[in-house]
Nanobody, 126 residues
C-alpha cells in the first residue's frame, strides 16, 4: 500500500516556476514507476510526465516538454514535478500516481497507476 500527498501548488503569475512534491509512505514507492497528471475544470485528466522506479527512463509529452521536468528521490520517498514558465492554461489540479511495477508499458495511461494522491491546485494568472 502506498499513501501519496501532493504539495507545492498555489496561485502564481504567468512566467514563474513551481515545484510540486509527491510524498509517499510505504516501501513500494522506490520500486514503482510514478507519474503526474492534471485535470482542469471541465476537462479530462491529462498526462503530464512519468518516470521509472529508478529514474533511468522518463517521458514528458509534447504539450509540456521543455517546461516540465519530472524527477524523484527514492531515499526520501518523494517525487517531483518542476514546472517552469507557467502559463494560464497550466491551471489545474495536479495529481501524482504510482504504479505497482518498476516500469509501465504505456506511460500516459492512468490505468497503469493504482495509487493516487488527493491533488494540489495550481492557478496561474496572466
Amino acid at each position: 500500500q502506498v499513501h501519496l500527498v501532493e504539495v507545492g501548488g498555489g496561485l502564481v503569475q504567468a512566467g514563474v516556476s513551481l515545484r510540486l512534491s509527491c510524498a509517499a509512505s510505504g516501501d513500494s514507492f522506490r520500486n514503482s514507476a510514478m507519474a503526474w497528471f492534471r485535470q482542469a475544470p471541465g476537462k479530462e485528466r491529462e498526462f503530464i510526465a512519468a518516470i521509472s522506479y529508478n529514474g533511468d527512463s522518463f517521458y514528458v509529452p509534447d504539450p509540456v516538454k521543455g517546461r516540465f521536468t519530472i524527477s524523484r528521490n527514492n531515499a526520501k520517498n518523494v517525487g517531483y514535478l518542476l514546472m517552469e514558465d507557467l502559463k494560464p492554461e497550466d491551471t489545474a489540479v495536479y495529481y501524482c500516481g504510482v504504479a505497482n511495477k518498476p516500469y509501465v508499458p504505456i506511460w500516459g495511461s492512468p490505468h497503469e497507476y493504482i495509487y493516487w494522491g488527493q491533488g494540489t491546485r495550481v492557478s496561474v494568472s496572466s
